[in-house]
């Protein structure tokens, strides 16, 4: 069974503290999905999800154009969570910092990028496995 799990479940939490590469879905100006290989981390307390991305890439330039309404999921044997919400594109210095020191958490530390942005989503609704809805 799947559905609905909480932000703030203990077994959500760990699942997305995990080291799992996760699938970002953004939308072409004809409507058509686009599905990457993304690093992402969560922020339960924040409400947010956080990508860091280059600001050339499709998948901000698809957020920029007004297709604001993504889907981030990742998944680990019978396991899976999907974020569905709305993103927009950061490029302050203090919201790439933060992003970066998330990401250095969950992964490793990036790589320089002069031209990182990150695709802040604010979390509308969270989809899981069955073995996340306890």
């Not at 993504?70 to 490029?91: H, S």
Request: proline fraction near 7%; glycine fraction near 6%.
């Amino acid at each position: 069974m799947s559905g609905p799990v909480d932000l703030h479940s203990p077994a959500v939490r760990e699942f997305w503290r995990e080291r799992h590469l996760c699938t970002v879905t953004t939308l072409r100006r004809d409507g058509s999905p686009h599905l990457v290989p993304v690093g992402a981390t969560l922020d339960p307390a924040a409400g947010l999800l956080r990508i860091t991305a280059s600001r050339t890439s499709a998948k901000v330039r698809h957020v920029l154009a007004g297709a604001r309404q993504v889907a981030v999921c990742q998944v680990d044997g019978a396991r899976w969570c999907t974020v569905e919400g709305l993103a927009e594109v950061r490029d302050d210095p203090e919201s790439i910092a933060e992003a970066e020191r998330r990401y250095a958490e969950r992964y490793r530390t990036p790589r320089p990028n002069p031209e990182r942005v990150v695709l802040e989503v604010t979390i509308t609704r969270l989809l899981g496995s069955a073995r996340l809805q306890a």
